[in-house]
């Protein structure tokens, strides 16, 4: 069965759109040091979610895709993915896996990143949430 239409446009919009969230999350949000993991984790993560006011999902993830593009080639990232919640279309995910936390610190002082969070901030519906995981591996991050 062939995806709908505009399906790959849409997803290209999620993906912005998780992006901007959790870099308007890490903006906002001050985090308390992870505890140590028994396991020795080499990579910092960070998982958050956001809420676009009605019909502004689209937009949002818009905007989260440019922060993606800005953030794309910072030091110590290694994974940033945008996602739409496939039953609301207005609530948006962002996964990220960094080096370290002071590379992820560093992305949000790119240029540009901040006047993002300015225009992703009006439309957003309350604030994002999000979790700070210690990354023990996997696919990818050999």
Same mark, same amino acid.
Request: glycine share 8%; no cysteine.
């Given at each position: 069965?062939?995806?709908?239409?505009?399906?790959?446009?849409?997803? !290209? +919009?999620?993906?912005?759109?998780?992006? %901007?969230?959790?870099?308007?999350?890490?903006?906002?949000?001050?985090?308390?040091?992870?505890?140590?993991?028994?396991?020795?984790?080499?990579?910092? #993560? +960070?998982?958050? !979610?956001?809420?676009?006011?009605?019909?502004?999902?689209?937009? %949002?993830?818009?905007?989260?895709?440019? /922060?993606? !593009? +800005?953030?794309?080639?910072?030091? #110590?990232?290694?994974?940033?993915?945008?996602?739409?919640? /496939?039953?609301?279309?207005?609530?948006?995910?962002? *996964?990220?896996?960094?080096? $370290?936390?002071?590379?992820?610190?560093? $992305? @949000?002082? @790119?240029? #540009?990143?901040?006047?993002?969070?300015?225009? *992703?901030?009006?439309?957003?519906?309350?604030?994002?949430?999000?979790?700070? %995981?210690?990354? +023990?591996?996997? !696919?990818?991050?050999?």
């Amino acid at each position: 069965m062939a995806p709908e239409a505009g399906y790959f446009e849409n997803m !290209k +919009l999620v993906q912005i759109t998780f992006a %901007l969230m959790v870099l308007i999350f890490s903006a906002t949000h001050s985090y308390s040091q992870p505890q140590q993991s028994v396991m020795n984790s080499s990579k910092y #993560g +960070l998982t958050g !979610k956001m809420k676009a006011k009605p019909g502004k999902g689209n937009e %949002l993830a818009a905007i989260l895709l440019q /922060a993606s !593009k +800005l953030v794309s080639t910072a030091k #110590g990232l290694h994974l940033y993915i945008v996602s739409v919640d /496939a039953a609301d279309h207005d609530m948006i995910h962002v *996964a990220e896996v960094w080096d $370290s936390k002071t590379d992820h610190d560093n $992305s @949000l002082q @790119l240029p #540009g990143v901040k006047e993002l969070i300015s225009q *992703a901030m009006p439309i957003m519906e309350g604030k994002p949430e999000g979790t700070i %995981l210690d990354v +023990l591996g996997g !696919k990818g991050l050999e």
